[in-house]
């Protein structure tokens, strides 16, 4: 007995439709383009009343877009659709923060943190990418190998797929839940600076989610080549992952710093785009029991920050599984804060959040790993 497969392309599963939710307005234009569907002189048009359906309006039914011709409609369903990545996993901390870990494709995840009531405001913690190459030794990303990049719209759809949780469609400049955008969840964002700062473009869109861009802070640990570049091209806000005042400690810390030690660093700090007292580089310190948090610490971090236009953000540091350090003692924590209050430098306290889902500053971590080439290409045949 002989059996053949028939492996002609009508018998293949049809490829998943790809979502426009989280395009910029220039992928969007173009993805119109490309279908066939739009005439490229009408192409504009139609991409601006689509993308506000989707980021203003957060809607997830094509038919939902009133103003675009039911025809249309319906033949972009057999191109496109409004989908959203999949939660794979949803916490809720005892103190209102939630964790999200988000199925971006097969094999490829990340965890995005929203943190309430800070301050006035509500912060979002997005990732910009799924894993990390930087091994510091105190951050549980650094445990997790790179798996890839984020793409812009994977970034932006992190604010989409929280915003839908919350429930803040449309947007509103009232009563808002989600304030401010913080790339500090998984990744080194300078080394996605293009994604992150196409994502950028999109999260502080007027007609759009529209949180402006000085409430958009992008955290790095010190990619000195791209800081100009960053503040160039966003405006966004700066911080700095720094958590040592000398090289030999920050280059265990952040091995980075062996690359681009703290005096270019530093350097690359001061030519940052736009500083001033109304934008003021924030520097986030670990506190580490025995490691960085002596008085003479917070004294020589008043001298490497000294006329810089700057606020600290002392991280009581949040354990992890088998992680080597412990939390600084309060009184340890208090004592660091002050000397550096009274050099004119605010410097608060952060209170974790989230501890209890793993949702604080440097524990995240998704399952996500690298797909073998073999995995890659069973999926790619698959579609």
Not at 26 to 41: K, M, N, Q
Not at 156 to 178: M, Y
Request: hydrophobic share 40%.
């Amino acid at each position: 007995m002989t059996t053949t497969l028939d492996l002609s392309a009508a018998n293949r599963p049809a490829p998943p439709r790809p979502s426009l939710a989280g395009l910029d307005r220039t992928r969007l234009r173009d993805a119109l383009i490309g279908s066939g569907l739009v005439e490229e002189r009408k192409a504009k048009m139609r991409a601006d009343q689509i993308w506000r359906w989707a980021h203003h309006f957060g809607v997830t039914d094509l038919d939902a877009m009133t103003n675009v011709s039911k025809d249309l409609r319906e033949q972009m369903k057999d191109h496109f659709t409004l989908d959203r990545p999949e939660i794979v996993e949803r916490l809720v901390s005892v103190d209102g923060t939630r964790k999200y870990l988000i199925r971006l494709a097969p094999g490829v995840e990340c965890e995005t943190v929203f943190i309430p009531d800070v301050g006035k405001s509500g912060a979002l913690c997005v990732s910009s990418q799924v894993g990390c190459t930087l091994n510091c030794t105190f951050c549980h990303t650094g445990t997790q190998a790179l798996v890839r990049n984020l793409t812009a719209q994977e970034i932006a759809a992190q604010v989409i797929v929280a915003r839908d949780d919350l429930a803040e469609w449309p947007t509103s400049n009232e009563n808002r839940k989600i304030t401010n955008i913080v790339f500090m969840g998984m990744g080194e964002p300078l080394y996605n600076l293009d994604a992150v700062s196409d994502a950028i473009d999109t999260i502080s869109d007027g007609d759009g989610i529209s949180i402006g861009r000085r409430r958009i802070t992008v955290s790095t640990s010190g990619v000195v080549p791209k800081i100009r570049e960053l503040g160039e091209r966003t405006a966004s806000m700066l911080a700095i992952s720094l958590h040592a005042t000398n090289d030999d400690l920050r280059n265990e810390l952040v091995p980075l710093n062996k690359k681009y030690p703290l005096a270019e660093l530093m350097d690359a700090i001061r030519a940052y785009p736009g500083l001033g007292n109304a934008r003021r580089v924030t520097f986030e310190y670990v506190m580490l029991k025995g490691v960085n948090d002596s008085l003479a610490e917070a004294r020589a971090l008043v001298s490497l920050l000294k006329g810089v236009p700057a606020k600290i953000n002392l991280i009581p540091f949040n354990p992890w599984p088998n992680s080597p350090y412990e939390c600084s003692d309060w009184e340890t924590i208090e004592a660091f804060a002050e000397v550096v209050n009274r050099a004119g430098y605010a410097s608060p306290i952060r209170t974790p959040r989230g501890r209890d889902i793993f949702a604080a500053c440097g524990q995240l971590r998704s399952e996500s790993k690298k797909m073998r080439a073999s995995e890659r290409k069973k999926l790619q045949d698959a579609t």
